[in-house]
């Protein structure tokens, strides 16, 4: 399998200024973010963790396909693997939004 390269675009914005605008308002998977800011979804997991850390970030749980387990506790922006409850890994991936501060 031939893996598609990720070619960057000219950025008038910092990487985490762009997922900000992106996220204002709307409630995006990882996915999404990666397809739009063209960055891979390794890189784009670093800059949500510092945005974490700095409390404007919002996670939306991953959630389980089989069974409806919701993984409530876990803080990382990372997609768990399995089901702790079913073992299923067909998981809903958590989605992101961020907190404006005025």
């Given at each position: 399998m031939i893996k598609k390269e990720i070619i960057p675009r000219e950025r008038s914005e910092t990487i985490r200024q762009e997922?900000?605008?992106l996220l204002n308002g709307r409630h995006l998977p990882i996915s999404a973010l990666s397809r739009e800011i063209r960055l891979s979804e390794k890189e784009i997991h670093s800059h949500l963790e510092?945005?974490?850390r700095t409390g404007i970030l919002n996670i939306y749980p991953a959630r389980c396909s089989g069974c409806g387990y919701v993984f409530e506790k876990r803080d990382r922006p990372k997609k768990p693997g399995k089901c702790p409850r079913c073992k299923g890994?067909?998981?809903?991936?958590p989605l992101f939004s961020i907190t404006v501060r005025r």
């Open positions: 997922l900000m605008h510092q945005m974490q890994t067909h998981i809903e991936p």
